[in-house]
Each structure stands twice: as structure tokens, then as C-alpha cells.
């Protein structure tokens, strides 16, 4: 079974910065993409950006590219989203979810992830 536990979240100002860390005790896996989704009050559940694990191949919505950034900590064993500029509507429960799945187009589809974190509050003021 695979555990993943969200942490980082909380509120900041429009134009700050946040640090989400996703941790997962996969590591009997070898091969898996981590995903980070968000969704807002009263919306679809949406792409955020994703990593494949072992390559370090990244992946990003376009509404985040350039300001967020998802990267690896061997030594932690997570995967962080770093996210900079934030904007209101970037408000939103954040969620970790993992995949044995590393295709470039199917990374991006909730359907694709098996296990979920149960996610991290936050908000953006303006």
C-alpha cells in the first residue's frame, strides 16, 4: 500500500510564494510519477504539474508553468511544489497523487493516479 501525506500549505498574499511537500512511501516502486492537483470551491478537480520519480522529467499546466516549479528530494524521499506568484485564484486544495504511469499525455489525467494524499489548504489574499 502506498501512503502519501501533503504538508506546506497555509495563506499568503498575492505575489508570494509557497512550498508544498508531497511524501510517499513508495519504495518498494521503482518506477512512478507523482502528481499534484488542485481543485477550488465549486470547480473541476484540475492538472497541477507532475514528476516521473526516476527520470526527473517534469510536467505543468499551462496556468502554472513559469511560476511553479516541482522538483525531487532523494534525501526526504518527496516531491515539493514550489510555487511563486501566486495569484487568487490559485486558491485550493492541493493534493499529491501517485502513478506507476509515466506517459506524457496520460500524467495529466486524474483517472490516471491509484493512490491520493488527503490534500492542503491554500489561500491566496488580494
Known amino acids: 500500500q502506498v501512503r502519501l501525506v501533503e504538508s506546506g500549505g497555509g495563506l499568503v498574499q498575492a505575489g508570494g510564494s509557497l512550498r508544498l511537500s508531497c511524501g510517499a512511501s513508495?519504495?518498494?516502486?521503482?518506477?512512478?510519477?507523482i502528481g499534484w492537483f488542485r481543485q477550488a470551491p465549486g470547480k473541476e478537480r484540475e492538472f497541477v504539474a507532475a514528476?516521473?520519480?526516476?527520470?526527473?522529467?517534469?510536467y505543468y499546466a499551462d496556468s502554472v508553468k513559469g511560476r511553479f516549479t516541482v522538483s525531487r528530494d532523494f534525501g526526504k524521499n518527496t516531491v515539493d511544489l514550489e510555487m511563486s506568484s501566486l495569484k487568487a485564484e490559485d486558491s485550493a486544495v492541493y493534493r499529491c497523487?501517485?502513478?506507476?504511469?509515466?506517459?506524457?499525455?496520460?500524467?495529466?489525467?486524474?483517472?490516471?493516479?491509484?493512490?491520493w494524499g488527503q490534500g492542503t489548504q491554500v489561500t491566496v489574499s488580494s
Open positions: 497523487a501517485l502513478t506507476t504511469n509515466s506517459d506524457p499525455v496520460t500524467v495529466r489525467i486524474i483517472k490516471t493516479y491509484s493512490f
Open positions: 514528476l516521473s520519480w526516476r527520470g526527473g522529467t517534469t
Open positions: 513508495a519504495r518498494t516502486l521503482t518506477t512512478y510519477t
